[in-house]
């Protein structure tokens, strides 16, 4: 297991930095090898760091953020490649006690509408009812217990910004039922609502070939996420962490089916098994007696 000294401190740098980084930019802020640093990066786990060989572009993006980012045309140019970062956290703002509704729990207390820069009272926050301050004894235990130590507000906003699907638009559920392209959505795009699939920024969509949109930004977003006071490339990680969540439930479900087609098949041939087991182990049964007196009916 990674040093949680490590890792709350590797957290930091890379919030400090956009929430992304190369391995090489990282490395330069830590006295580790670069062997060593990928070692404590895979300990931590992909629930902590998303560490990916993707393709290097001139800038600060690599090619799968761009794609991220709705760039046309951008990835699969055969560039160099290099080991990239994303800070990850199951760390979330409470939604009930943005309702008022709760007293205590494992989640963050705290104003969602200042963390996105957006209360009226945050000029004044001693008038807002909700929290203004991380470092509340019940926001300093639940950092703790996620093994966040040292973050100022500044960076703690990034590592939710690309995690906590709470403090992305609003979805529109109407556009998430039925078959058509807006689903059951009648202001289409003229809508004010979030167009996504709500069970993909969650990690949880089962589908395949789900047809709600995966893709989080694109023209009709952009206004929307730039009015919540989301910066596109925090955007850019929540989509990045998404598609990586999205494709591991994928793996996890198809190992499920054929562990459990494989166990199908068998069936059949284990019962045969079992059978031909079970008639080689039944003791012999001696012949009748009729038979035996047959046998002995030409001696004298």
Known sequence: ??????????????????GRMFLQDLRAHVELSEARLQDVLRQAGPDRFLLQE?????????????VAAGAVGAGGGGGPLAWRV?????ARL???????ECQGCDQLHFCRRHMLGKCPNRDCWSTCTLSHDIHTPVNIQVLKNHGLFGLN?????????????????????????GEALYGYCSLKDK????????????GECKLQKCKRSHQLIHAASLKLLQDQGLNIPSVVNFQIIST????????????????????????PEKQGGAAAVAAEARPLVPAPAQSAKKSCAGKP
């Open 86 to 90: 994303v800070a990850v956290s199951s």
């Open 54 to 66: 993707v393709e290097v572009k001139e800038g600060l993006w690599d090619a799968e953020a761009e």
């Open 94 to 100: 409470c939604a009930r006690y943005q309702r008022g």
């Open 191 to 202: 809508c004010n609502k979030f167009h996504v699939c709500k069970s993909f920024v969650r």
């Open 1 to 18: 297991m990674a040093e949680p000294t490590v890792c709350s401190f590797l957290t930091k740098v890379l919030c400090a930095n956009g």
């Open 153 to 177: 507000e500044a960076q703690l906003r990034i590592l939710l910004l690309q995690n906590d699907p709470c403090l992305l638009p609003e979805v529109c559920l109407c556009y998430n039922k």
């Open 244 to 267: 990586y969540r999205h494709e591991k439930l994928h793996k996890k479900l198809e190992n499920k089916d054929n562990s459990a087609s494989a166990e199908h098949a068998q069936g």
